[in-house]
Every structure is written in structure tokens, then in C-alpha cells.
């Protein structure tokens, strides 16, 4: 079996993520509209009758947006703790399944875990997928990294982690004083600086995963800032090899395979 993952959406307009190993599929967040979300998962290769489930970080806009539409028309039954359930309009019309804090549920050969992270919504979560093939984790929309956060990361063959803000952008930029101080807050965003530590740490640590920095501002980062921040620190700091891309906002931008060996690569 190949354990695969495709970014199809990432960023503050929109977030999506599919995680499929054989005929087993799974979307982490569905916050792009349904026909965009169609479009993207036909494309490759997967109906999204065939999901077996869409696994709900937290409630907010740019993670639910095409959530319960895709749930109510194809059967899919939507993953989350029974807070953030709660806190999505429609939810209780759709199928749900509710996944508490640290438990796991198996979908054929894929288990997934969830795991606290610090926002400002509901009951955020982070999500692992594992299976005998290898390990994923996503970790987006923090304002902190936990130990327990940490763990999962270092635990990871794909780390998809949050690289929301470049600091002198986001002080320079148009947001008013409230709002740059609930981005930077615990129950805000990850730094491209916080993202960089915590690869650099993992590769001090002898881990090498491949990582996707995600859910880039598009008014406080850049793809090239973001990618920058993170090589630099790096390679000033390790000389572990460390596979880093960008996953890009509005398309879909990057796959990865795991099965023996590690690839990563644009998807077309």
C-alpha cells in the first residue's frame, strides 16, 4: 500500500487536504466551496461518494466552507469532537461521527488521532493519520507549539505545519493593533520564525520528515518569505537534510507518497 497526500487548498481563504491509501480516502477540512472541492478531488481520481470521512479541524469559515454541503449530498459523515459539532451550522442534519480529544478512530487501514492545539474557536484540533505505510500530521491554526504538539511532529513522516505570518509583514501591514495582537496571541497563528524553530528542532533531534509549511497569510507572508525563513534557520542551525515546500492558497500545489522511500513533488 502508498500512502498519499494532496494539498488541495491552503490558506486563510480556504483549507483542504486529501489523505487516501488504496481505496480509502479522506479529506482533513473542507473549507472551499462544493463545486471547487468536486472539481479538485475528481481531478485526482477520487468521487467524493468514495470519502470515508471529512475530518473537521475547528469551525471556523475557511475550514468548514464546503463541509456540510458535501456531507448532506454525497453521505460522508463529518469528524469532529462533539464541541466543534456543536458549533457548525447544520452539522446535526448531516452524518457525523464525533472524535473525542486524544482518542483515535480507524477508517480501513488509516487511524486517526486528534490532538489539542491553542485557538480561538470551539475545540481546535490537530489530526495524525497513520498506517502501516507511514504517518501525517497537520498542525494549523495554533498560537502555540505544546509538547504534545511537538511529540506528534517528531513522530511524523509528512508534517504539515502552519507558517501563517512573516512578523515584520504583519507590524508593517493594514490590520488594526487588535487584530496583529490576536494573530500573534496563544489562540492565534503560528510565525514563520515559531515553524522554523520547530523544524530545526526535529532535525537536531535526528528527524527528517518531509514538511509542507501551510495556511499562509496572503497579506502577511509570501510563499518565497516563508520558504526562506525555514531554510535559512536550518541551514544555519543543522546539517540535516530536510525536504521543506510551500502549499500554495487557491490550487492545488503539492502531493507526497510514502511507501518504502519519501517523495514530494508539485502536483500537476
Same mark, same amino acid.
Given at each position: 500500500m502508498t500512502l498519499e497526500a494532496? #494539498?488541495?487548498?491552503?490558506? &486563510? /481563504?480556504?483549507n483542504a487536504i486529501l489523505v487516501r491509501e488504496g481505496p480509502t480516502a479522506i479529506l482533513i477540512d473542507a473549507g472551499v466551496g462544493i463545486r471547487k472541492l468536486t472539481a479538485a478531488l475528481r481531478y485526482?481520481?477520487?468521487? @467524493?461518494s468514495e470519502l470515508s470521512?471529512?475530518? =473537521?479541524?475547528?469551525?471556523? %469559515?475557511d475550514h468548514i466552507k464546503g463541509a456540510v454541503r458535501t456531507a448532506r449530498r454525497f453521505g460522508v459523515p463529518l469528524v469532529a469532537n462533539a464541541a466543534t459539532l456543536e458549533a457548525i451550522d447544520g452539522a446535526c442534519k448531516v452524518p457525523v461521527r464525533v472524535l473525542d480529544i486524544g482518542k483515535h478512530i480507524c477508517f480501513d487501514g488509516l487511524e486517526v488521532r486528534s490532538f489539542?492545539?491553542?485557538?480561538d474557536a470551539a475545540c481546535p484540533v490537530g489530526y495524525t493519520i497513520s498506517s502501516v505505510s507511514g504517518s501525517i500530521t497537520s498542525v494549523t491554526d495554533t498560537g502555540l507549539l505544546s509538547d504534545e504538539i511537538c511529540a506528534e511532529a517528531a513522530d511524523a513522516d509528512l508534517l504539515i505545519l502552519e507558517s501563517n505570518y512573516d512578523d515584520e509583514m504583519l507590524s508593517d501591514g493594514p490590520y488594526p493593533h487588535f487584530l496583529k495582537w490576536r494573530i500573534? #496571541?496563544?489562540?492565534?497563528?503560528? &510565525?514563520?520564525?515559531?515553524?522554523?524553530? *520547530?523544524?530545526?528542532?526535529? %532535525?537536531?533531534?535526528?528527524?527528517? @520528515? /518531509?514538511?509542507?509549511?501551510?495556511?499562509? #497569510?496572503?497579506?502577511?507572508? #509570501? @510563499?518565497?518569505?516563508? *520558504? %526562506?525563513?525555514?531554510?535559512?534557520? *536550518?541551514?544555519?542551525?543543522?546539517?540535516?537534510?530536510?525536504? =521543506?515546500?510551500? %502549499?500554495?492558497r487557491d490550487i492545488p500545489?503539492?502531493?507526497?507518497?510514502?511507501?518504502?522511500?519519501?517523495?514530494?513533488?508539485s502536483s500537476p
Amino acid at each position: 500500500m502508498t500512502l498519499e497526500a494532496i #494539498s488541495l487548498a491552503s490558506g &486563510s /481563504s480556504g483549507n483542504a487536504i486529501l489523505v487516501r491509501e488504496g481505496p480509502t480516502a479522506i479529506l482533513i477540512d473542507a473549507g472551499v466551496g462544493i463545486r471547487k472541492l468536486t472539481a479538485a478531488l475528481r481531478y485526482f481520481g477520487t468521487d @467524493p461518494s468514495e470519502l470515508s470521512a471529512i475530518l =473537521i479541524t475547528h469551525e471556523h %469559515a475557511d475550514h468548514i466552507k464546503g463541509a456540510v454541503r458535501t456531507a448532506r449530498r454525497f453521505g460522508v459523515p463529518l469528524v469532529a469532537n462533539a464541541a466543534t459539532l456543536e458549533a457548525i451550522d447544520g452539522a446535526c442534519k448531516v452524518p457525523v461521527r464525533v472524535l473525542d480529544i486524544g482518542k483515535h478512530i480507524c477508517f480501513d487501514g488509516l487511524e486517526v488521532r486528534s490532538f489539542e492545539v491553542s485557538h480561538d474557536a470551539a475545540c481546535p484540533v490537530g489530526y495524525t493519520i497513520s498506517s502501516v505505510s507511514g504517518s501525517i500530521t497537520s498542525v494549523t491554526d495554533t498560537g502555540l507549539l505544546s509538547d504534545e504538539i511537538c511529540a506528534e511532529a517528531a513522530d511524523a513522516d509528512l508534517l504539515i505545519l502552519e507558517s501563517n505570518y512573516d512578523d515584520e509583514m504583519l507590524s508593517d501591514g493594514p490590520y488594526p493593533h487588535f487584530l496583529k495582537w490576536r494573530i500573534r #496571541s496563544q489562540l492565534g497563528h503560528l &510565525s514563520n520564525d515559531a515553524a522554523a524553530t *520547530l523544524i530545526v528542532d526535529l %532535525a537536531e533531534s535526528g528527524k527528517n @520528515p /518531509s514538511v509542507w509549511l501551510a495556511h499562509l #497569510s496572503q497579506v502577511n507572508n #509570501s @510563499p518565497a518569505i516563508a *520558504l %526562506a525563513s525555514a531554510q535559512h534557520l *536550518l541551514w544555519a542551525c543543522s546539517d540535516v537534510p530536510m525536504d =521543506i515546500a510551500v %502549499a500554495q492558497r487557491d490550487i492545488p500545489s503539492l502531493r507526497w507518497v510514502c511507501s518504502n522511500s519519501r517523495r514530494q513533488f508539485s502536483s500537476p
